[in-house]
């Protein structure tokens, strides 16, 4: 899989509409320059007070034509520019999700929160800058800068150099010396506030020891120091912005006297009339206006960077984890879960403890056990939201936090609260698989039974749910996310006590429909509730992190005490039959 940069891809997925900015821009600019001139010839040809005004009348329509089309093309620039910049961005935020949605359970081991929430809040706005106050003016300042040269060209091949070379000044020289400056103040002051935030910090957390020892001042006193120094800092770089922004004024007229001087001798030698001097020279200043701003944008660039670092963070470690899968882990693929010698825990409590467990495709299994055993650490460890301590958790072959495309496309799950949208019965159910049609929605709506009820609704599936679907049962709403998964086809389906809160009736109902349609999938069932587990290959019951029970239903009447017991009390009725 090919590294994808932020920058290009998008330049050149919407080429025309880049290159269409660029040409608007520079005409915007050249406009601005040709009212100047027009301005300037208009001004000294009237002070030559001529016999008609039919003399100055094309200069006059020059001025309001230039003045109107520099009005219109900014607009239209402004225009098509965001337009453009509104579509990468568009683009970008998509490319973003696909690379965090596949990691959404476990990117939290892999990244700070704080840069995930600089990502997603603002590194991709930030990006919205460098194409309008960077990439785009630079742009169009070379294509300007070379219409000069060539336009110089035309009249006098040294004069074009000598112009090249001044100009280039304001281009080249100046934006370089600027972004290596403020490249290395920014490097200084990102240091130092690190090295104060985390003074600070220790100084929040030893704040007693701090009072108690009678020191408080010294460290007021040292951490203003600290401070002082990064404002100096702070300071240079605004004197350097100054001194920059003053050198480029003193260019932009040495430039414009330059060519007043030609013009003047162009005029001696019969050239050009000497109408077309002050011509000349407002011309050029209005165009190198335009240069000016390209020193603070360049050096701009470097508050980018990090923004682009956060985001190739991320991909390099989405085309990482890509690199490590191997064999078949499509959506219809079998897939051998092995749980190895395990152990996890938070702090000094261990809930997890060398645990083992392998399961083929088809399997099914139920897990049982008092809360805080580890049951709903286990769940998240096989969906790789967490990475083991020691030992491993593989799918295929392949660890279960690094597996791709998606771990939400190998393994699903339905709770005990399925969240529902206020949206229609079909968006909700479609959730599954968007790309599934109605007509595949129908299906899975009549494998879980909810087909003639949905039906006999005045709208049918496009009954709004309401949020978190309050108009509908308990059982019914588990029936539509049981839809969910079935559209979603995973080979793996973790059912985390999907039956709580429900009346016997409707969790027997459920159970059965569960059962009858997840034929062929591999069911990892945490309950507390004993009712079903004759459907179950083996039953598990967990403590202190361990398996301590395991074998079927039948097996485990006969053999286990304990659990006849536990049976007994939850299903005085047994009811086995109605589920199978």
């Not at 000069?148 to 004069?159: D, E, K, N, T």
């Not at 019914?476 to 086809?489: D, G, K, S, V, Y």
Request: hydrophobic residues 45%.
């Amino acid at each position: 899989m090919k590294k994808e940069k932020w920058i290009l891809p998008y330049i050149k997925k919407y080429r025309f509409l880049f290159f269409l900015t660029v040409i608007i821009g520079s005409l915007t600019i050249l406009f601005g320059g040709a009212l100047m001139f027009t301005s300037g010839y208009l001004i000294t040809k009237s002070a030559t007070m001529p016999e008609t005004i039919l003399m100055v009348y094309v200069p006059i329509v020059g001025v309001r034509t230039f003045g109107i089309g520099r009005a219109a093309l900014s607009y239209v620039e402004r225009l098509v520019g965001h337009q453009f910049i509104l579509k990468i961005l568009s683009n970008m935020r998509v490319h973003l999700y696909e690379l965090i949605e596949p990691q959404a359970l476990f990117i939290r081991s892999r990244f700070q929160t704080g840069d995930i929430l600089g990502v997603l809040a603002d590194d991709i706005e930030h990006l919205q800058e460098f194409y309008l106050k960077t990439l785009i003016p630079s742009i169009i300042s070379l294509v300007v800068y070379s219409i000069i040269i060539v336009g110089a060209g035309l009249f006098s091949l040294p004069f074009a150099i000598l112009l090249a070379l001044l100009m280039g000044l304001l281009i080249f020289v100046g934006p370089y010396i600027s972004l290596l400056y403020v490249r290395a103040k920014n490097k200084q002051l990102k240091h130092g506030r690190n090295l104060l935030y985390q003074r600070f910090t220790e100084a929040v957390f030893g704040i007693s020891d701090w009072i108690f020892s009678g020191h408080s001042k010294t460290f007021i006193q040292g951490y203003e120091k600290q401070e002082q120094s990064l404002m100096k800092i702070e300071t240079k770089m605004q004197s350097f912005v100054d001194i920059r922004d003053i050198l480029n004024q003193l260019v932009l007229g040495v430039i414009v006297i330059v060519a007043v001087f030609w013009a003047n001798d162009l005029t001696i030698n019969g050239e050009i009339p000497p109408t077309l001097i002050a011509a000349f020279g407002l011309i050029l200043l209005s165009l190198l206006e335009s240069f000016l701003p390209i020193a603070g944008a360049v050096s701009d660039t470097t508050s980018y960077q990090q923004s682009l670092k956060r985001l190739d963070l991320i991909q390099e470690s989405r085309l990482k984890r890509s690199e490590t899968v191997q064999g078949d882990n499509t959506p219809d693929s079998k897939v051998l879960l092995e749980i190895n010698n395990v152990s996890f825990g938070y702090s000094d409590q261990a809930l997890l403890a060398d645990f083992s467990l392998k399961l083929e495709q088809g399997e099914k299994i139920a897990i049982i056990g008092r809360s805080g055993a580890g049951k709903s650490t286990l769940l998240k460890l096989i969906q790789g939201a967490f990475v083991p301590e020691s030992g491993e958790i593989k799918l295929n072959g392949i660890h279960a936090h690094e597996w791709e495309p998606s771990i939400s496309k190998t393994i699903g799950f339905l709770n005990q609260k399925p969240y529902l949208f206020n949206t229609s019965l079909l968006n909700n159910i479609r959730l599954g698989n968007p790309k599934a049609s109605d007509e595949e929605v129908y299906e899975a709506a009549k494998m879980v039974q909810l087909d003639e009820m949905i039906n006999q609704l005045p709208k049918g599936y496009e009954t709004n749910m309401q949020e978190t679907g309050q108009r509908f049962s308990g059982g019914e709403r588990q029936r539509i996310a049981l839809a969910r998964i079935l559209l979603q086809n995973t080979p793996i389906v973790i059912l985390d006590e999907p039956t709580v809160g429900l009346d016997p009736i409707t969790e027997i109902r459920l159970l059965k429909t569960i059962f009858e349609t997840l034929k062929g999938k591999t069911i990892i069932w945490v309950t507390h509730h004993l009712i079903g587990v004759e459907a179950m290959n083996r039953i598990l019951f967990l403590e202190n992190g361990k398996i301590v029970i395991d074998g079927n239903h039948y097996q485990l009447l006969e053999t286990e005490a304990r659990y006849r017991r536990l049976y007994t009390l939850d299903c005085p009725v047994r009811k086995e039959i109605i589920i199978k």
